[in-house]
């Protein structure tokens, strides 16, 4: 499956992928706000994570997505964008993502962003997205709002990170389709 943007093409993970997630992912400065991404993270684990993505993807129906962010002009993947927790009867789904440092602050992330939630309210047909974020992870809230999110609260203490084990408070979002419907009206 794929979701094509002007300068992206967001797709199902391939083993082709194995090395530009391990250069994405094995970097502390990335691994750091993620909570099931080790440090380091080896060819083994992007290995392992594709084969469960390939697994996940021929699944009917399909609860979790997890597209490659594939830079057009570049032909590689700098991050991964997805839907996981779908639920078709609640009409919901968490959105995740994360995008290699060498490409922070290029609006490829919001781009991608964007591209995924109007998948899920369009096509998916889902009424509510639900996505989280580290509270020191200043970038990732700042996107997080900036795409429409509403902040809902923070859940205090309640993430483990692997690449650290540090503890971390999670400030929770949402967005509800008929708000954006209006940001695209």
């Not at 408070?169 to 209006?182: F, R, V």
Request: hydrophobic content about 35%; proline content about 2%; glycine content about 6%.
């Amino acid at each position: 499956m794929k979701i094509e943007t002007k300068r992206l093409v967001i797709r199902d993970l391939e083993m082709k992928d194995v090395n530009y997630l391990v250069d994405g992912c094995n970097n502390l400065n990335v691994s750091r706000y993620l909570a099931l991404v080790p440090y380091p993270y080896s060819e083994k684990s992007a290995k392992d994570f594709i084969k469960t993505c390939v697994k996940e993807s021929k699944e009917k129906p399909r609860t979790k997505y997890n597209f490659g962010i594939e830079l057009k002009e570049e032909n590689r993947i700098v991050g991964s964008v997805g839907l996981s927790k779908v639920d078709y009867f609640q009409g919901t789904a968490t959105v995740g993502y994360w995008i290699n440092e060498d490409y922070w602050r290029r609006g490829i992330m919001s781009e991608a962003l964007e591209a995924v939630i109007n998948f899920a309210f369009r096509k998916l047909k889902l009424r509510r997205i639900n996505v989280k974020a580290f509270s020191e992870n200043k970038a990732s809230n700042s996107l997080i709002k900036k795409a429409g999110f509403v902040y809902e609260g923070t859940c205090r203490k309640s993430v483990k990170d692997k690449a650290l084990g540090k503890i971390h408070d999670n400030h929770i979002y949402g967005m509800l389709k008929d708000d954006w419907n209006k940001e695209i009206s």
